[in-house]
Structure formats: structure tokens, C-alpha cells
């Protein structure tokens, strides 16, 4: 059973750079034909789609995030991950790591990151 | 971008009703359209997609319908467990785009 899990500082100051990785277990990174993304929600609020890997390296991104965000696989390891630079407040946010087939169906449990000095 | 607009912002119901959630998209896209149940604290949970397809393990009583711009989920007979906040999501096209969501409570 494929699990995701996501893992990185919860704290990050404002200017600075959040780093999160997800780590892919019960399954390859490398399969073909699947998606790995990353998916936030800041506190009481709706769902917003960062940015996805394909399997073969393209990425996409959020227009809104895109001059900030940087997705990489590291297929040794089986992990992915987000970049996503100059960090404001507005970036508190719980985050999630994410497989797509079609729809999104695998999800990590989510992890907090609060931005503050 | 694809605009996905999610009516009601909430739904006020009991246990046992017939509930329909409403999902509609700025532009077609076609059946790429996916439903998702969170309950506080928890990850989305995919009940539907392709826009009508339940996906792994999810109760009958959940039917999704639609295509282009329209499309609703039904929840038939809703059980205690189904109080949470519905989204829809569009994958036709990028960047993938989420509803604002709809919360069913008592």
C-alpha cells in the first residue's frame, strides 16, 4: 500500500526558505504515468495546489507560486520534494505531498509550517 | 485558470437526508473532476472521479454526475461519519484548480 510522508522544520522566519520532503513508501517514484505534487491549506481555509513532478522530471506550477517554488525527485531515495523561497506569513500552512493518477488519490497526513520570527 | 465555484458555502442537515453539493467550473472540463471529503485535522480523502467513478472503498451511497461545466455530488441517507467538508477539483488542465469547498453539519 503506497504511504506518503512528509517531513521538514515547522517553523521557518519570514524572508527565509521552507523545505519539505516526501518520502514514498510501498511504492517507486519512478513508476510511470504518475504525478507527485504538493498541496497546502492555511489554517481554516480551502485547498491550494502548489506545484507536480511527472515521473519523468517536467514540472508544474502554480502561477501564483511559481517564481518561489521548486519541486525535485530524488529517485535514490525515493523521496521528492518543495522549495519554496522568500516565505511570508501567508505561507503558514498546513502542507501536504501527493500522488495523482487522475485525481489526486494518495496523501500524505500533512504537515504544519508556520511562518514567524 | 479554471474557476471552480462549490455551492452551498454550507449545508445545514440531519442524519438520513438526501444531500446534493454543486460544483460548477469557469470553463469545460469535460469529466476530469474529482470529489474529496476532509474531516478536521485529516488529509482529503478522493471519493469520486472522472466525475462519476466512487474510487476504492467509498460507500455507495456517494454518486457523483456531470461533465463540462456542471457537475454535483449526491450523498443518499447521510450518516453520522459523512459530516465534514466536500471539495471539488478540476484536473483537465493546469494549474489543477479546488473549489472552496462546502461543509455539511448537523
Known amino acids: 500500500q503506497l504511504q506518503l510522508q512528509e517531513s521538514g522544520p515547522g517553523l521557518v522566519k519570514p524572508s527565509e526558505t521552507l523545505a519539505l520532503t516526501c518520502t514514498v513508501s510501498g511504492g517507486s517514484i519512478s513508476s510511470s504515468g504518475y504525478y507527485w505534487g504538493w498541496v497546502r491549506q492555511s489554517p481554516g481555509k480551502g485547498l491550494e495546489w502548489i506545484g507536480s513532478i511527472y515521473y519523468s522530471g517536467t514540472t508544474y506550477y502554480n502561477p501564483s507560486l511559481k517564481s518561489r517554488v521548486t519541486i525535485s525527485v530524488d529517485a535514490s531515495k525515493n523521496q521528492f520534494s518543495l522549495r519554496l523561497t522568500s516565505v511570508t506569513a501567508a505561507d503558514t500552512a498546513v502542507y501536504f505531498c501527493?500522488?495523482?493518477?487522475?485525481?489526486?488519490?494518495?496523501w500524505g497526513q500533512g504537515t504544519l509550517v508556520t511562518v514567524s520570527s | 485558470e479554471i474557476v471552480m465555484t462549490q455551492s452551498p458555502a454550507t449545508l445545514s442537515v440531519s442524519p438520513g437526508e438526501r444531500v446534493t453539493l454543486s460544483c460548477r467550473a469557469s470553463?469545460?472540463?469535460?469529466?476530469?473532476l474529482g470529489w474529496y471529503q476532509q474531516k478536521p485535522g485529516q488529509a482529503p480523502r478522493l471519493l469520486i472521479y472522472?466525475?462519476?467513478t466512487r474510487a476504492t472503498g467509498v460507500p455507495a451511497r456517494f454518486s457523483g454526475s456531470g461533465s463540462g461545466t456542471y457537475f454535483t455530488l449526491t450523498i443518499t441517507s447521510l450518516q453520522s461519519e459523512d459530516f465534514a467538508v466536500y471539495y471539488c477539483?478540476?484536473?483537465?488542465?493546469?494549474?489543477?484548480?479546488f473549489g472552496g469547498g462546502t461543509k455539511v453539519e448537523i
Open positions: 501527493a500522488r495523482r493518477d487522475s485525481a489526486i488519490v494518495t
Open positions: 470553463q469545460s472540463v469535460s469529466v476530469s
Open positions: 477539483q478540476q484536473y483537465h488542465n493546469w494549474p489543477l484548480t
Open positions: 472522472g466525475a462519476s
